[in-house]
């Protein structure tokens, strides 16, 4: 009996073990696309409807052709993965919802090919789920490019010099208020100093005392 | 003499600092992964330097006064100590700053982030022991004791992030504690920053220093009047 549970007890831990293990460099690949998706998305949000189509220069596509390249290339990569056909569709027209909504769904069939992948088979596919990664890393970037030729951070980026800002007042915060305590003990002292010199003068032969310690 | 010797600190460390600051935030580069955020290290990592660097003198000045048993060593440990916590303080809040960003936590109880907490809270208590004592020599006596006792745990802050691999902190950065250093002309600010703060932290150290003997004046004057 005890032996059965001892062994019952193992086997439940070795599969739980085994369980944990499984799928990590999956899950690790679908947290980057996420963590892409939403990158890319926060630029994408961070232009004005009205500057989807600037463009830097006259030979450059204009910031909605890129993310639409760009929603173009992620389905051709993974349809390549799955071996189907790339559900791609070029929109008529380039709205900031309409391209938005067409890179979201780009990520999403990325996110569910990966959600798809076995841990046996990833072997055969690496190259081509890392490749895709970096290419939409690369498109996001450029895209990041695009904001800061018009002056224009994401919202994370203003976040982030947000936080910069009270990293900066909260050290010179500190720092003043230790100058402006070392000035009030500085008086204190001064003022103590001449009460006490002023004590001794007082209690000194023919003079009377006024002053306490 | 010390008036003037403040004064110029203080003219050289204004001129630093604005210098400094313009570089910092106009010149300098983004950086790839934390764009301009990582220009908090340009306070953080100088902040740390200086605490740690004060502490060990506070040490040193312990011994001093423990082996000479002389009170003036005493005002030379309190001072450096109180400025050095000021700084640790600084330290800890630009870094829990830059965690929430980094980390998306305020605070992690990693070992760097740990040991330099105890750190704070260690000298802090010899603050506040200080104002317990009354004794001039007794309190020189314990707090000598206790800035030793501390300054372990200062070397612990400082090789935490050797001894822990798998500290969440990043390790040595910078080429002088064998790290790969940072990109071409990004790493001078960050000395000149040092110089600033640490002008800045003497002429603060020499004020707190006029004051603690201010203070044993007081003391002496009022023994001397209560025995009149």
């Known amino acids: 009996m005890k032996r059965r549970f001892v062994i019952a007890v193992g086997m439940l831990i070795a599969l739980t073990f085994t369980a944990a293990g499984q799928n990590t460099e999956v899950q690790d690949l679908a947290k980057q696309w996420a963590s892409l998706r939403d990158a890319t998305l926060s630029v994408a949000k961070a232009m004005p409807d009205d500057k989807y189509s600037f463009r830097p220069g006259a030979n450059d596509p204009s910031f909605a052709e890129l993310l639409v390249k760009m929603a173009d290339n992620i389905d051709a990569q993974f349809a390549e993965i799955t071996g189907q056909k790339s559900p791609f569709a070029r929109p008529e027209t380039l709205g900031a919802e309409t391209v938005q909504k067409l890179v979201s769904e780009s990520f999403d069939y990325g996110a569910k090919t990966i959600g798809e992948l076995k841990e046996a088979g990833l072997d055969r596919l690496r190259a081509k789920v890392l490749r895709a990664l970096a290419d939409a890393a690369a498109y996001r970037g450029q895209a990041e490019t695009y904001l800061k030729a018009k002056d224009m951070v994401t919202a994370e980026e203003a976040d982030r010099r947000k936080f910069l800002f009270y990293g900066f007042l909260a050290a010179w915060l500190l720092v003043c208020l230790y100058v402006v305590a070392i000035s009030l003990r500085e008086r204190r002292l001064r003022g103590e100093l001449d009460r006490v010199k002023r004590l001794i003068e007082n209690r000194e032969p023919g003079k009377s005392e006024n002053v306490s310690l | ?228």
């Open chain 2, 1 to 228: 003499m010390r008036q003037k010797v403040i004064l110029l600190f203080a003219v050289v460390a204004a001129g630093l600092l604005a210098w400094d600051l313009y570089k910092i935030a106009y010149v300098m580069p983004d950086e790839v992964q934390q764009v301009p955020f990582y220009k908090i290290m340009y306070f953080h990592v100088p902040s740390g330097i200086l605490s740690l660097s004060g502490f060990f003198v506070a040490m040193l000045a312990s011994i001093g006064y423990l082996w000479r048993k002389d009170l003036r060593y005493d005002a030379v440990a309190v001072a450096v100590t109180e400025v050095s916590l000021v700084f640790a303080t600084v330290l800890l809040v630009t870094g829990s700053i830059w965690a929430r960003v980094a980390w998306l936590t305020w605070w992690n109880w990693e070992p760097r982030l740990t040991s330099m907490l105890i750190c704070w809270i260690l000298y802090a208590g010899y603050l506040m022991l200080r104002r317990a004592i009354d004794e001039p020599h007794q309190r020189a006596r314990l707090s000598g004791v206790l800035s030793i006792f501390a300054f372990v745990d200062v070397i612990i802050v400082w090789k935490s992030i050797e001894w822990w691999q798998q500290n969440l902190h990043p390790r040595p950065v910078l080429k002088v504690r064998g790290g790969s250093g940072m990109s071409p002309g990004m790493e001078a600010p960050m000395w000149w920053n040092l110089l600033a703060l640490a002008l800045i932290a003497t002429i603060l150290m020499m004020l707190r220093f006029r004051q603690e003997n201010v203070k044993r004046e007081i003391e002496s004057l009022r023994r001397y009047a209560h025995a009149m």
